[in-house]
């Protein structure tokens, strides 16, 4: 059976709950369970800590696991991103008094408070910067205003907090982060996890395309088919009034209005966009 580690808690925990069922798991699972079977799909569920999952993921004990970027590299455990799955983005960012740093290396010799004490440390050594990390669980922002730092480094998704607590970003991003599956380091492949995977990456897919559907005469189908490739390349078939045919095709869906104005243009008509709840590709 495989055995997959859910967050618990947290912004990736919901996103994460609502790809999962839509890929066809946790159909009976509520926010209150802490261990879920899904004997159908030969799957159990454990819902942990987010900062957690790696380190079960690293050790063996689950087989994969869903975090985020920024806690599998702060956790240094011997697990490996294996699809970024596109929801709950962020930025891990340095933060100091206005006009204390232009550029990280004007911290140097200064103390950093963090609750990511792993990615800061690596990040200092990697760009040979000397500072004193402080560890600190939960928010950091007032950090300096209580004198315990001289700067933070933190979890950014738009910096509204920070600039509250009259600190200002310094440089650029530390670690992009995002959702990911993650799997133990040198894991041996299994079907499950291949089964499990070829479910997520569908989502993903189902999310970001649409089908759209038209009529279109002759004379403007190569055109036409230019516009809305597909994936392998559009289906197209002749209709009952001589010199049109019918198309369908997948699209990206952030591209979609801007496409059926451009199949408008070119004459097409009934054109209509559907949306894609599953896929395998």
Not at 72 to 95: C, Y
Not at 97 to 111: E, I, V
Request: hydrophobic share 45%; with cysteine.
């Amino acid at each position: 059976m495989l055995r997959v580690a859910v967050p618990n808690k947290g912004q990736l925990a919901d996103p994460a709950r609502e790809m999962l069922a839509e890929a066809g798991y946790l159909r009976s699972a509520t926010t209150r369970d802490l261990v879920v079977q899904d004997p159908e799909n030969d799957v159990e569920f454990f819902f942990l800590r987010p900062r957690d999952i790696a380190i079960y993921v690293g050790e063996g004990t689950l087989d994969v696991g869903i975090t985020g970027r920024d806690m599998l590299l702060d956790s240094r455990a011997k697990a490996d991103e294996i699809l970024a799955l596109g929801f709950a983005p962020s930025t891990f960012r340095l933060a100091a008094a206005k006009g204390r740093a232009q550029t990280p290396r004007d911290l140097a010799g200064t103390t950093i408070a963090t609750s990511y004490a792993g990615v800061l440390e690596d990040y200092l050594a990697r760009e040979g910067i000397d500072a004193r990390v402080v560890k600190l669980d939960g928010a950091v922002e007032n950090a300096v205003a209580l004198g315990v730092a001289d700067a933070v480094a933190d979890v950014v998704a738009t910096g509204t907090t920070l600039r509250k607590a009259g600190l200002e970003l310094v440089g650029e991003p530390i670690l992009v982060s995002e959702a990911l599956v993650i799997r133990r380091t040198g894991a041996p492949e299994l079907p499950s996890v291949e089964t499990f995977m070829r479910r997520l990456h569908s989502v993903m897919v189902a999310r970001s395309y649409v089908l759209v559907d038209y009529d279109i005469r002759a004379e403007h189908l190569d055109r036409a088919c230019e516009l809305t490739p597909g994936i392998e390349s559009p289906t197209v078939s002749s209709l009952h009034e001589p010199g049109w045919s019918a198309v369908r095709a997948m699209v990206p869906a952030a591209d979609v209005h801007r496409i059926m104005d451009e199949l408008y243009e070119l004459g097409a008509r009934g054109i209509l966009v559907t949306d894609i709840h599953a896929c395998r590709l």
